[in-house]
Every structure is written in C-alpha cells, then in structure tokens.
C-alpha cells in the first residue's frame, strides 16, 4: 500500500496533482478542495489509497489521513466505489459526513451527485456503526457558515481556480459565470457539480485569454 506521496507539485488539474517522488511523477486523483490546497512548485504531502482494478491502478490523494480512512470506510458500503467515496468527500468534510450519518440527514446525502433519496437512505443505515462521531465542531461551524454565507459550491470553486494560478478577480469572474449552470442543476432537485462547474470555469477563462 502506498500511505503517502510526498514532494514537489509538479502539474494541476482540476481532479489530478502530479506529485514529483524521486524522479517520478506520481498522478493523483484528488478533490477539488484538496486540489485548491496545494500549489506548483511547492512541497505537498499527500495521504493516499490505491485502488487497484483489472485494468488499472488508481491512486487516490487526501489532505490528511482523516480523510483518507473516510474514503475507505464509506466503500464498505454497498453500491460505493472510489469514484462517489471521493464525490462524498467533495462535497462534505470527514466530520460533516460523520454528522450527516449520526443524525440520519439524507438531505446532506442527497447533495452528493450520483446518491438519490434511496440510496442516501441505505447508505446511513450501513455506514451508521462504522464512520463513528463526529471529531470535531467543524461539521457544525461549516453548516451554519453555509447557511450564512455564499453557497458551498462558490467557495469550493473559487479555492480550486485560485489554487490552480488564477488571480482573485479570475475566480470570482469564472465563478459569475457559471453561476447559470449550479443554479439549474439545484433548481432541478440536485446539487451543484463542482467538477463539471470546474471544467466549465476554466474554460470560460481560457477563452478570456
């Protein structure tokens, strides 16, 4: 099992870092809040899970190993392979899915692209002995900031273009302008794509240019 990568950021995209290992070029799906921590050229440490498939071998990169057990646990459950693991965690923090479990919220589930209300149903039922408690107040300080602030998917969106060079004002710009986009696909019972939104910002930017 490789624990962890560690060393140099030497490209970004919006789900992948390459991390420089001894020479090597280490490609890493990541989140894109983990994406939005980490700059070119700077030192990075990344937890990580392989996951190895007849065809392929996929490593998954977190910013701690908090999240990388959260990862692995929420695949002990029916139905969730790597791909919406990572989805979960691209919406909701470790502690903000330990939550949403110890209390039965299927709305916080259902935020998640990919899970409807029977699936978020089934998923607290099998992971509600296994995420435990939550460890923390940052599940509840990062709900109420939510509530009181710009939507989640803005801030997650914004730290992704910023981390991958964009300035501020670039940001906000791409932001605006697929603002039209999040809000049809919440008006329509589901929760904004940040990948999606991601790849359509930066091409947004990149007609800019």
């Known amino acids: ?5 560690s060393g140099p950021v030497a490209a970004l995209a919006p789900t992948t870092a390459v991390v420089e290992v001894g020479g090597i070029g280490m490609a890493v799906q990541c989140t894109p809040n983990t994406i939005a921590g980490l700059r070119l050229g700077q030192e990075a440490r990344l937890a990580t899970s392989l996951v190895v498939r007849e065809d392929s071998l996929t490593l998954y990169g977190f910013a701690d190993d908090d999240e990388r057990q959260v990862f692995e646990l929420l695949q002990t ?7 919406l693991a990572q989805a979960m965690l691209g ?12 209390t039965g919220d299927e709305k ?20 509600k002995d296994k995420l435990g408690q939550p460890l923390g107040t940052g599940a509840l300080v990062g709900a109420q900031r939510a509530a009181a602030g710009p939507a989640p998917w803005t801030e997650q969106l914004s730290a992704a273009l910023i981390g991958l060079g ?22 329509a019972g589901g929760s904004a794509p940040v990948p999606q939104l991601l790849r359509a910002a930066l091409q947004t930017l990149n007609r800019a240019r």
Do not use: C, N, W
């Open 1 to 5: 099992m490789i624990a962890f990568v």
């Open 108 to 127: 916080a589930l259902t935020a998640v692209p990919g899970i409807g209300k029977k699936g978020a149903q089934k998923l607290l039922l099998e992971l």
């Open 166 to 187: 964009y300035a501020s004002r670039e940001a906000e710009e791409a932001v605006a302008a697929v603002t039209p986009q999040a809000e049809a696909a919440i008006a």
């Open 91 to 102: 919406v909701h923090s470790p502690d903000a899915l330990r939550l949403a479990v110890a």
């Open 77 to 83: 459950a029916s139905g969730v392979g790597p791909r």
